[in-house]
Every structure is written in C-alpha cells, then in structure tokens.
C-alpha cells in the first residue's frame, strides 16, 4: 500500500481532490494532506482542513533552520524591469515565500518518503514548487486539468504549455482537453483522459427542492443562480449587469442566488450583500449545491459554466452591455446568450419553454467535458494507483 | 531647483519635510490618490492629482505582463536549482500585484513635470518612487517601519535614494550598509509605547475580572505566524493563568475564529487597550510596528527564526 500526500493550500483544493483521497484510503493507502502559508494568509490554510478532521501536515513542520534567505536575496537581486510595476513588498514576500517552499518540500520528501503526491494543478504557485522537488528526488506526482481551458490564456501567457512541466502525469477531463494539452506541446504519455472527479457525487440522482430548501431557499419556488468570474476580468460592466439582474429578478418573483469568485475580498462581498439583500442572496456556499439547486445558472467564460452544463442546468452567458464574452459557449450551440433588451428570455428558459438542442448538447459535453457517469474517481485511482 | 514631493502613501513625517521643501524654494507636489489628495488639501497643501485609467483589456494586459514577466526579467532559476523562477513567480503571484500599464502612465506622467530633486516616501508599497530614483536625484522619508523581514530581504543591493530622512538611529544602522546619506527626522507616525503604571493595570483586570495576583499574557494573532501559533499555544496556556488573545486584522479574527481556539482560559479580546492588563506581549515575529507601541514587555517566538527576527532585533 502507498504513502500518498496531497497538496491542499487553498480550500478548493480540498473540495476537489477530496473523493480522491477518500478513494485511495478505502483501497489501504495512507493519504495525508500538506499545507503550507499562503504569504498573508489572508485565507485560511489549515482551519479548513482542522475543520473537514483529515489528516493533514505542514510544510513549516520541515522547515529545518532559517536557511531560504539566501535564495530569497539572490532572486531578489535579479528581478529586473518587474520591480517597475509590482510593489516591493509584494516582490519581496513572494520570493521568500518560495525559497522556503524549495527548502520546506525538499525537507518534507526526504523525511516523509511519499510513493506519490498529489496536486490539483501545476499553474499554482506551491505544487509547481513541489512538483519540482518530486521529479528531482524522483517521486512520481500526478496533478489534473486547472479548469476551463481558455484559449486566451494559451496565446497570452502559454498557461497550457507549462502545466506538467514536472508532473509525471497530468489527468485531464475529456478528449478535447487533451488535444489542447497536446498542442501546447504537453507530452502525450504525461496526459490521460479521466472526467471531471469532483462531480461524481454531484452527477448523483438528488431532489433539487430539498438541496434548495438545505441552501435556505424556498423548495417551491424557481430559483436562479448568478455565478460571477472574477469581476476584474468581468466582460463588460459587471455592476451594471449585476444591478440589472437584481431588479428583473425582483420585479418577477423568482428567487435569485449571487455567488461571488472565492477570490473575491470578503469585505467586498459582505457589502455588496448588504446592498442588494431584499431582492437576492449573496451565498458562500458550495457552488456546486448551488448548481444543483438552480433552474438556470447565469455566468461567463468560468469554470463553474461547464459545471453547469455537466450537471444538466441551462446556462445564460450574459452580455447585458453587448460587449461579447470570451470564448462564449453560447457561440458554441450549449447556452443562451443574453444581451441588451433581452432579460425576459431568463423567464421562458425558469420556466423550461426553451432550450438547448439535446443532440447538440450531448455531442458537446462528450467532446469537451468528457464521461459523466458518476465514476471520473475511480479511474482517477486506477491510473494513479499505476503510479505507485 | 525645483522639488517634486511625490504622495504615494501619506505620513507624517512626509507632510513635515512637504511643509520645509514648499518653504525652501519651487515646490510640485503630487499624489496617486483621492483619499491622498484631500487630507493634503485639510492641511493646505494643493498636489496635482495623477490619475491614470487603468488597463483597458485584459489580453492586452496578459501579453504585456507575460513579455515582462514569463519570462521577461525573471529568466533566472532560483539558486541552486533548476527550477525557473518566472514559473513559480509570475502567473500565481507577480501577476495578481501586476500595475501594469497604470505604473507606467504614473511614472511617464511624474517624469513630464518640471523637477529636478524629488521627495518620495521610503515604502515598499509603490513601485513608481523607486523607479524615478533610478533616473533623478530623489531622496526618501521614513514612512513605515524598516525592522522587518519584508525589508530586511529587499536589501540586496544599495538603495537608489540620495538621502535619507529615517526616524531614529536604529534605522540608520539598519540601513548603514545600503544608504549614503541619513539624517533623522520627526517620527511623527510611530511613537514608541508608554509603560503602563499600577493602577491602569488592576483597572484593566478589573475590567476583565482578572485578580491581580494571576499570570497575564496576551498573544498578538497575525495570520501570517498562524503555524507559529499554533505551534506554540499549548505551552504558553499551560504557563499563564489567563491568556488574550488579540487578532490584529479583520481577517486575522475570521481565521482565529475558523481555528477554534477559545474556551478555558483562553480568550479573545476587541482591543489592545487591554494591553495594561498583561505581564506579557507575545508576538511570533519581530515587525517594528508592532514591538515599538508595546506598553509592556513583549517576547518574541519565532521557534524557527524564519522571520529573522534575532537579526532584526540586533
């Protein structure tokens, strides 16, 4: 049986890696999750997992000896023109951060002699770190798709080209997914086709009234979800598309949830929250009860849009400024798009009047999402468990 | 010569040497922000504002930082790896702080004005004073404190400033080896903490129904040191009748009250006027802003020295 650890910095690590670790613990495996600081430690990086009682360990519990200074200072001195445009305080926090992460995984392999570790993916800042340290001290590690592949983000920053740069292998959701991979120049035997894990027990037979109710919403009544990306890289005017739909959906009495990006600030939230509480609710719940709960999930170019479509919810892309949204899905055939003048679309899709072509849509999440029957963990085990 | 008095963070101690800069001779004074600009113009002091939009798009933006940053500047591997730094620092950090062209339309704007010796605060919390010092002659006011490990790391090599305006003499000798000429000025943002006497201290028990015969310490909880304190409760509520604990930030009470740590005789306090009822302050890192303003005597824990803290102290 293997020593596995799998690395959870951030809450939705967790939440997305968790049926995993349940998985290879029933099969014998000892699973143990590791944490490190998330620089501020503005969001928690260990009440969550002291909450969820797993078993989880430090990378500061590795940390010999004050020894990351001086690869904190040589890294330092060589920034160059970045320093024009990034505070110091956030340039010089950074890099500390990472030399103790360098010194702190590379303590934590040599002591704890994993068989494997897990990452949720290679883009983040710690299990990059780690992911390194693995492949010099040769353990294999493994990590899974990001999320929404953007196109975008590949031509922009080449985001896809660098997410398995040390990984042994990358498990990724569906065949198109691993085209993309392997076009940004992924190696082809680094990639395997596995599904969307975290869904499984979401694709489960539920009674949508009853998650509405545990939510906090009426179970009688049709409920609508608005899941914003991250408002900084809102297409359009996101306060004016928020406000808009705020007042539809107050003036036509469905119920209307607001979900937020975890990564917006909290004192934001809380404020917007105060501002609208009368006609909606701004939730911190898990986005994926929320789906579920939903008759229509409004959104655009996130990876909470194809969580939608996964689990069976009509999806809105809204453009309520005809600004056009990223890689719209809407272009693709699988959602409506709402632009200008068009709000009482929202009402005959609550109400199941329209929708999507079925055909369209099944041929499209079997391309883009991958397989949906509930068992994306277990092949997700097996392949690791070939790792061991 | 003219002066440029650069407000990219408000003090004290900047608005002192503003006020002897306005009197001495030509004087263009700037700020980056409307909170900035008011509190100058209540003390009469009339600063251009420069406000510049921000990035309009975001690929553009994505491109222009990816060019400086993936791996632009940070084409280097971290010592003793062969680990590229851009792929640890850019996308997941340096990104998120990224100015971009912001920082540039700030620093063109400054450099279009009509100055020849500039003032700017000595902050690591703007890039742009840093950048004009590179090209000018600039000289630089205390406005925060310089005894942390923030700082402490940032000194790999001189800094650009001509002059330096530094609160006391201990800063100079933190500076010593990266600064020409220091001078100490007015530390009118950071005064240093008045002992507490007998009767503020049984008053403060006696507020918190703490019999002055008991053992006293209060613990500072600053997310940052969350692992040293962890770490450490244990021992400290077994050697103290009562511990407070006082979360420093918003945030840092959300996270202390997410760890579950109360009950016993532990507790969580509002305010640090409660100080006066403590034998103890016990921080997990030396940071000058919060050793300085200590009323009582303060211990620093920092089991691993990872906040260099004994060099910081020294």
């Given at each position: 049986m293997g020593k596995i650890f799998i690395f959870a910095g951030r809450v939705h690590h967790v939440e997305r890696l968790n049926a995993i670790a349940e998985l290879l613990r029933l099969k014998g495996h000892t699973v143990t999750y590791i944490t490190a600081d998330?620089?501020?430690?503005?969001?928690p990086n260990t009440s969550h997992l002291i909450r969820s009682n797993v078993p989880f360990t430090h990378i500061l519990n590795y940390l010999?000896?004050?020894?990351?200074n001086g690869i904190a200072s040589d890294a330092l001195s060589k920034l160059g023109e970045i320093a024009d445009c990034v505070d110091p305080f956030y340039l010089s926090g950074s890099v500390r951060e990472a030399a103790e992460c360098l010194i702190g995984f590379e303590h934590f392999l040599i002591q704890e002699k994993p068989d494997l570790v897990l990452g949720?993916?290679?883009?983040?800042f710690w299990y990059r770190i780690l992911a390194y340290c693995c492949s010099v001290q040769n353990i294999p590690c493994a990590c899974f798709q990001?999320?929404?592949?953007?196109l975008r983000d590949e031509t922009t920053q080449g985001k896809q080209s660098i997410?398995?740069?040390?990984?042994?292998k990358l498990l990724c959701w569906s065949d198109a997914a691993r085209e993309s991979y392997i076009k940004a120049?992924?190696?082809?035997?680094k990639l395997v086709v596995t599904g969307i894990s975290h869904l499984d027990a979401y694709l489960q037979p539920y009674n949508k009234q009853q998650v509405k109710y545990n939510l906090g919403?009426?179970?009688n009544r049709l409920l609508a979800s608005f899941l914003l990306p991250q408002i900084s890289r809102y297409d359009g005017d996101w306060q004016f598309q928020l406000g808009t739909v705020v007042e539809w959906f107050g003036s036509n009495g469905y119920q209307l949830a607001i979900k937020f990006h975890p990564f917006e600030n909290e004192q934001f939230v809380e404020q917007v929250s105060r501002s609208i509480y009368k006609s909606a609710k701004v939730v911190t719940t898990n986005v994926l009860d929320l789906i579920r709960a939903s008759s229509l999930v409004m959104s655009q170019h996130s990876t909470v849009a194809i969580e939608t479509l996964a689990l069976g919810i009509p999806l809105v892309e809204m453009d309520l400024n005809n600004f056009g949204v990223l890689e719209s899905l809407s272009e693709q055939g699988v959602a409506t798009l709402i632009r200008s003048?068009?709000?009482?679309?929202l009402k005959d899709i609550l109400e199941g009047k329209v929708g999507i072509d079925p055909v369209k849509l099944v041929q499209w999440k079997n391309q883009n999402?991958?397989?949906?029957?509930?068992?994306s963990t277990d092949r997700v085990v097996a392949e690791l468990e070939r790792l061991l | 010569m003219r002066t440029l008095v650069l407000f990219s963070a408000f003090s004290n101690s900047l608005l002192s040497l503003c006020y002897d800069t306005l009197d001495s001779g030509p004087t263009v004074v700037v700020d980056f922000d409307d909170e900035i600009h008011s509190k100058l113009k209540s003390f009469g002091i009339s600063s251009i504002p420069i406000r510049v939009p921000g990035d309009s798009s975001w690929a553009k933006r994505d491109t222009e930082f990816a060019n400086l940053?993936?791996?632009?500047?940070?084409d280097f591997n971290f010592k003793g790896t062969s680990l590229s730094a851009w792929k640890v620092l850019?996308?997941?950090?340096?990104s998120f702080w990224y100015r971009g062209r912001q920082a540039q339309l700030q620093y063109e704007a400054i450099m279009g004005l009509d100055w020849e010796r500039g003032l700017v605060p000595l902050?690591?919390?703007?890039p742009v004073p840093w950048r004009i010092a590179r090209e000018r002659q600039v000289m630089a006011v205390q406005?925060?404190?310089?005894?942390t490990r923030a700082w402490r790391d940032w000194l790999s090599k001189p800094l650009p400033f001509t002059k330096l305006f530094l609160w006391s003499q201990r800063d100079i000798d933190f500076l010593k080896n990266f600064a020409g000429e220091m001078y100490i000025c007015e530390a009118g943002d950071f005064p240093a903490g008045v002992p507490v006497d007998k009767n503020e201290r049984l008053e403060a028990r006696k507020m918190l129904g703490i019999s002055e015969f008991a053992t006293v310490a209060l613990v500072i909880f600053d997310s940052q040191t969350e692992w040293e304190f962890r770490s450490t409760l244990p021992e400290i509520v077994q050697a103290y009748n009562h511990v407070l604990i006082f979360p420093l930030q918003p945030h840092d009470r959300r996270n202390l009250s997410d760890l579950g740590v109360f009950g016993g005789n532990i507790r969580i306090i509002e305010?640090?006027?409660?100080?006066?009822?403590?034998?103890e302050v016990i921080t997990f890192r030396y940071e000058e802003s919060l050793i300085r303003p200590r009323r009582v005597p303060i211990r620093v824990v920092d089991l691993k020295q990872r906040w260099d803290s004994n060099l910081l102290n020294g």
């Open positions: 998330n620089y501020l430690n503005i969001d010999s000896a004050n020894n990351s949720l993916h290679e883009n983040n990001e999320g929404l592949l953007r997410s398995a740069d040390y990984s042994t120049g992924i190696p082809e035997e919403f009426d179970p003048g068009e709000m009482n679309k999402i991958g397989p949906l029957d509930g068992h | 940053a993936m791996p632009g500047s940070l850019s996308l997941d950090r340096f902050s690591l919390h703007h406005v925060e404190a310089l005894r305010s640090m006027s409660f100080e006066a009822a403590a034998d």
